[in-house]
């Protein structure tokens, strides 16, 4: 499980790998971004912007509860403020950096955490 109070956005799609980067960036209480990272990603229903999450990320296969899913998803719950959002991957990874805005780090980042 990954949880954090901070707000967090989508930053970044990235249709030809399948990626999403949700980043809550540095600001006055925080001196590092705080990056949750999803590959093989094949569904996404969020709202852009999220105040405070926790990401569960299913025990059982996705094709159990979506039935277009590949064998390898996985159901990633996204909870904020009382809400229930959905991301189906294959990988979900968090981690903390000091990239400047325009940076995604999209591939360090899973090779980091992994």
């Known amino acids: 499980m990954i949880a954090s109070g901070r707000t967090f956005k989508i930053w970044q799609y990235s249709v030809s790998h399948g990626m999403l980067l949700l980043r809550s960036p540095t600001d006055e209480g925080n001196d590092t971004n ?3 990272v999803f590959a093989g990603v094949r569904y996404i229903e969020l709202p852009a912007v999220m105040k405070g999450i926790e990401v569960v990320s299913a025990s059982s296969p996705a094709s159990e509860i979506w039935p277009s899913a ?9 909870r904020s403020q009382g809400a229930e959002y959905f991301v189906v991957g294959s990988v979900c990874r968090a981690y903390e950096n000091k990239l400047s805005l325009f940076e995604t780090g999209f ?3 899973l090779a980091a955490t992994a």
């Open 107 to 109: 591939l360090t980042s």
């Open 70 to 78: 590949m064998a390898d998803d996985v159901l990633h719950t996204i």
């Open 34 to 36: 705080m990056d949750v």
